[in-house]
């Protein structure tokens, strides 16, 4: 072995221990090592309970035993003094236990297990559709009389349906019935918006391809396949419902349009044939010239509708509250001196109001939808008559021929109306657009009832501006 060499004086003596030897390689694990970490080195496999299931109690430790009642109890199992529970009486208790406790006597073991074996039993039915588009089909389908509208589709029947909303549907499938009035029982009763709810469920061509490629037996179908069927066999289905909607609403839609017009040809005709609203508009011309220019004579020739608004902002100097508006209503009033009550334009213009309510866009749009749609209907009876019975072909036909006719007659009324609209657009030049000049005209009215609800309710304050005494007229100037 090599040989130390001597220490330097003055170092520290270093005592180095001898390597350690290579331990030896670990021991292949026994069949008793290779246990989980939480089971115990002698825990074995938990056995099976007797009765399926635990009694979940707190048991005390062995250690606790020795100072409680349980210490009594002896090695074999029997107690002291006395021992109820030993031999063949514990046997026999044993025995109801399994027979009462035991899985096997569950009140709903059998039971369950019937139905499971009924169910495992059950072939699977086809799925044709999409997951989510079923899903999506069968909430909507779920609240539709879905056969019953087949049946009517079948031939275009509208009888016992009505054009009912969304709001009243509620009700109708709630059980309520039909609406009020209505002689529609609620036995095969159904409403355009079930028919509007249907369409967007239709199957998709594709959808209905893969449905009619299907010849197997119908009950091995999911429910929602087998209420679409029908949908998908039936020729021109989106049409049908188009149609029947048609049906059901036109009397509505035609009659809306024909009030519409009504409104506004009355109105026309009131601010035609006013001869009051003619004579304020002549006093208020003859008042702004000379406001304006120092004298009666027109120089200033008309005025805008719309230049009525004014004359409330043109307030007195020298009376406060007193507008022009009041003025000119004072003035309009002497006319009527003799009568119980002051005149009243607003009277005479009733309809004014009414007709502000009304839209030519709406009433144009109308008439050109429900045309357009009978066009359809006459082409569709034409080119596609095959595609239906006899009995929907003959309903198609009927409903085109009448809706065109009472089409053609309202159109007629529109017409003359259009012709009354332009000639009052006389009296404001600047207001091409019909509504424009009824709701300019129902404001200057709102102004004009409020001025003389003043001089009503303030006689003595006007008094003076109606009947001023006689004066002389300066030159130029206004005659009372």
Same mark, same amino acid.
């Given at each position: 072995?090599?040989?130390?060499?001597?220490?330097?004086?003055?170092?520290?003596?270093?005592?180095?221990?001898?390597?350690?030897?290579?331990?030896?390689?670990?021991?292949?694990?026994?069949?008793?090592?290779?246990?989980?970490?939480?089971?115990?080195?002698?825990?074995?496999?938990?056995?099976?309970?007797?009765?399926?299931?635990?009694?979940?109690?707190?048991?005390?430790?062995?250690?606790?035993?020795?100072?409680?009642?349980?210490?009594?109890?002896?090695?074999?199992?029997?107690?002291?003094?006395?021992?109820?529970?030993?031999?063949?009486?514990?046997?026999?208790?044993?025995?109801?236990?399994?027979?009462?406790?035991?899985?096997?006597?569950? /009140? %709903?073991?059998?039971?369950?297990?019937?139905?499971?074996?009924? *169910? !495992?039993?059950?072939? +699977? #039915?086809?799925? &044709? $559709?999409?997951?989510?588009?079923?899903?999506?089909?069968?909430?909507?389908?779920?609240?539709?009389?879905?056969?019953?509208?087949?049946?009517?589709?079948?031939?275009?029947?509208?009888?016992?349906?009505?054009?009912?909303?969304?709001?009243?549907?509620?009700?109708?499938?709630?059980?309520?019935?039909?609406? /009020? %009035?209505?002689?529609?029982?609620?036995?095969?009763?159904?409403? *355009? !918006?079930?028919?509007? +709810? #249907?369409?967007? &469920? $239709?199957?998709?061509?594709?959808?209905?391809?893969?449905?009619?490629?299907?010849?197997?037996?119908?009950?091995?179908?999911?429910?929602?396949?087998?209420?679409?069927?029908?949908?998908?066999?039936?020729?021109?289905?989106?049409?049908?419902?188009?149609?029947?909607?048609?049906?059901?609403?036109?009397?509505?839609?035609?009659?809306?349009?024909?009030?519409?017009?009504?409104?506004?040809?009355?109105?026309?005709?009131?601010?035609?044939?006013?001869?009051?609203l003619r004579r304020l508009l002549f006093l208020v011309l003859k008042f702004g010239n000379f406001v304006n220019?120092?004298?009666?004579?027109?120089?200033?020739?008309?005025?805008?509708?719309?230049?009525?608004?004014?004359?409330?902002?043109?307030?007195?100097?020298?009376?406060?509250?007193?507008?022009?508006?009041?003025?000119?209503?004072?003035?309009?009033?002497?006319?009527?001196?003799?009568?119980?009550?002051?005149?009243?334009?607003?009277?005479?213009?009733?309809?004014?109001?009414?007709?502000?309510?009304?839209?030519?866009?709406?009433?144009?749009?109308?008439?050109?939808?429900?045309?357009?749609?009978?066009?359809?209907?006459?082409?569709?009876?034409?080119?596609?008559?095959?595609?239906?019975?006899d009995e929907a072909l003959s309903r198609l036909q009927r409903f085109a021929r009448d809706a065109s006719a009472?089409?053609?007659?309202?159109?007629?009324?529109?017409?003359?109306?259009?012709?009354?609209?332009?000639?009052?657009?006389?009296?404001?030049?600047?207001?091409?657009?019909?509504?424009?000049?009824?709701?300019?005209?129902?404001?200057?009215?709102?102004?004009?009832?409020?001025?003389?609800?003043?001089?009503?309710?303030?006689?003595?304050?006007?008094?003076?501006?109606?009947?001023?005494?006689?004066?002389?007229?300066?030159?130029?100037?206004?005659?009372?």
């Amino acid at each position: 072995s090599a040989t130390t060499p001597p220490l330097a004086a003055g170092s520290p003596l270093v005592l180095r221990s001898p390597p350690l030897a290579t331990p030896p390689p670990p021991e292949p694990p026994s069949s008793a090592s290779r246990r989980t970490p939480n089971s115990g080195p002698h825990k074995k496999k938990a056995a099976a309970l007797p009765l399926g299931k635990k009694l979940h109690w707190k048991a005390i430790p062995d250690r606790l035993i020795g100072s409680t009642i349980w210490a009594s109890y002896d090695d074999e199992g029997s107690s002291t003094p006395s021992d109820d529970h030993a031999g063949e009486t514990l046997a026999r208790d044993v025995a109801e236990m399994k027979t009462v406790f035991g899985a096997s006597a569950h /009140p %709903g073991g059998k039971k369950n297990e019937r139905k499971n074996r009924i *169910v !495992d039993d059950r072939p +699977k #039915l086809i799925e &044709i $559709l999409d997951q989510k588009r079923a899903q999506n089909a069968g909430l909507v389908m779920a609240r539709l009389p879905v056969e019953l509208l087949v049946e009517k589709m079948e031939n275009l029947n509208t009888d016992n349906m009505v054009d009912a909303s969304e709001d009243d549907d509620e009700s109708f499938s709630q059980g309520s019935g039909p609406p /009020p %009035g209505s002689e529609t029982t609620t036995e095969g009763f159904a409403t *355009v !918006d079930m028919l509007e +709810k #249907l369409s967007t &469920i $239709l199957p998709s061509p594709e959808e209905a391809e893969q449905l009619r490629a299907y010849h197997g037996d119908l009950s091995l179908l999911r429910p929602i396949e087998r209420r679409l069927m029908p949908l998908a066999v039936m020729k021109r289905a989106q049409f049908r419902i188009k149609a029947m909607i048609a049906f059901l609403t036109f009397p509505d839609q035609l009659s809306g349009a024909q009030r519409s017009i009504g409104v506004l040809q009355e109105a026309a005709d009131q601010v035609r044939s006013s001869q009051k609203l003619r004579r304020l508009l002549f006093l208020v011309l003859k008042f702004g010239n000379f406001v304006n220019h120092g004298t009666t004579d027109l120089t200033t020739r008309g005025y805008t509708l719309e230049s009525l608004l004014k004359l409330m902002e043109f307030k007195s100097t020298s009376v406060p509250g007193v507008t022009m508006l009041h003025y000119v209503a004072c003035r309009l009033m002497e006319g009527d001196k003799g009568e119980s009550q002051p005149m009243d334009l607003a009277e005479e213009l009733s309809l004014v109001v009414t007709a502000t309510g009304e839209n030519t866009e709406v009433i144009v749009c109308t008439m050109t939808s429900l045309d357009r749609d009978i066009q359809a209907f006459q082409r569709e009876a034409q080119q596609q008559s095959s595609q239906y019975s006899d009995e929907a072909l003959s309903r198609l036909q009927r409903f085109a021929r009448d809706a065109s006719a009472r089409v053609g007659e309202v159109k007629g009324e529109w017409t003359a109306c259009e012709e009354s609209l332009k000639e009052i657009r006389r009296y404001a030049v600047r207001l091409a657009v019909v509504e424009d000049f009824f709701g300019t005209l129902k404001a200057f009215l709102d102004s004009y009832k409020r001025a003389c609800n003043d001089i009503r309710r303030s006689p003595k304050k006007f008094q003076q501006l109606i009947y001023p005494p006689q004066a002389k007229v300066p030159d130029g100037g206004c005659p009372s």
